[in-house]
């Protein structure tokens, strides 16, 4: 059995060119989408992450405004910036991206963000509305991730899903998401003893512990659909420099039915849930039931 990719670019691009539609219903009532993303010192990575999502934006007509901020700033500062933003009526999403320099606490400053602007599903109000089961902005990745399975026709209910991370940015939302429509649910973390003997008993595997392959091909169930959530740059090897997932996609795509691929699987399907986040907001927003 050699498994079938999921194709994280190519369901993003179909995504959002089904998003362009509710744009432009958004622009002829003279609303544009406004996603303000703020970046707080120079880490390369973060850099990287917001060039992307602000160029996503664009490509789908959407305002997103970026907010460049030295390492220095003060906590007070980035919590001013983001009370200013909370007043403005042009932006409907807020994204800090993370991490943040280490003597600003982020979980203040997420916090401060107004929850029906939270585009990353994070603020504690989103995250209870999605613990009761009438979320109103999903994490992203956890909500790209369902997308994905969507779109494969893959129903949870009934199915066992094993996921290896408990974070509250990806495996404990997961676990709700995938609860809500009817799967049997195992969260699991590196420190699971006989960690394999658990993952075996997935149909459906989520790995987001952030450890260059740790799940290993023996270490799948036959047929499993095997969602890996992990990049790493590997820095050791003859691969030194290159990107890796959490699962060793080589021995695992030989045992699961659909695998995504590390990079272009979860990565573009976060960014477009991003999104669809902020336009959903907009559309809250305006006054429409978001589609």
């Known amino acids: 059995m050699t498994?079938?990719?999921?194709?994280?670019?190519?369901?993003?691009?179909?995504?959002?060119?089904?998003?362009?539609?509710?744009?432009?219903?958004?622009?002829?009532?003279?609303?544009?989408?406004?996603?303000?993303v703020i970046l707080v010192g120079e880490n390369p990575a973060s850099k990287v992450y917001v060039r992307?999502?602000?160029?996503?934006?664009?490509?789908?007509?959407?305002?997103?405004?970026?907010?460049?901020?030295?390492?220095s700033t003060s906590e007070a500062d980035l919590l001013a910036e983001i009370a200013k933003l909370n007043d403005d009526p042009a932006i409907h999403g807020i994204l800090v991206q993370l991490p943040l320099p280490a003597h600003i606490a982020s979980k203040k400053v997420l916090e401060a963000i107004a929850p029906h602007k939270d585009a990353d599903g994070f603020h504690p109000i989103n995250v209870g509305l999605l613990a009761?089961?009438?979320?109103?902005?999903?994490?992203?990745?956890?909500?790209?991730?369902?997308e994905m399975l969507a779109a494969e026709n893959i129903n949870p209910r009934g199915k066992h899903a094993v996921i290896v991370g408990a974070s509250n940015i990806v495996g404990k939302p997961m676990a709700m998401l995938l609860l809500q429509k009817g799967a049997t649910i195992t969260i699991c973390n590196s420190k699971t003893p006989d960690l394999g003997a658990m993952t075996r008993q997935a149909d459906i595997l989520v790995v987001a512990v952030g450890r260059p392959k740790m799940v290993t091909g023996?270490?799948?169930?036959?047929?499993?659909?095997?969602?890996?959530?992990?990049?790493n740059r590997l820095v050791e090897g003859p691969n030194a420099g290159k990107l890796a997932g959490d699962v060793d996609f080589d021995t695992a795509k030989d045992v699961a039915s659909l695998i995504t691929p590390v990079p272009g699987g979860v990565g573009p399907?976060?960014?477009?849930?991003?999104?669809?986040?902020?336009?959903?907001?907009?559309?809250?927003?305006?006054?429409?039931?978001?589609?």
């Not at 992307?52 to 970026?66: Q, V």
């Not at 169930?221 to 959530?229: C, F, Q, S, T, Y």
């Open 218 to 231: 023996d270490m799948v169930k036959p047929g499993a659909v095997v969602i890996d959530v992990g990049i």
């Open 269 to 291: 399907m976060t960014i477009t849930m991003l999104l669809e986040n902020t336009l959903r907001a907009a559309e809250l927003t305006a006054g429409l039931n978001a589609v």
């Open 3 to 36: 498994a079938r990719i999921l194709d994280g670019n190519a369901l993003g691009r179909e995504l959002r060119s089904r998003m362009r539609g509710r744009v432009e219903v958004l622009a002829a009532r003279g609303v544009t989408p406004g996603l303000a």
């Open 132 to 146: 009761s089961g009438t979320p109103r902005f999903a994490p992203c990745t956890p909500a790209g991730v369902m």
């Open 52 to 71: 992307n999502k602000g160029r996503a934006c664009e490509e789908l007509g959407m305002h997103a405004p970026l907010i460049n901020l030295t390492g």
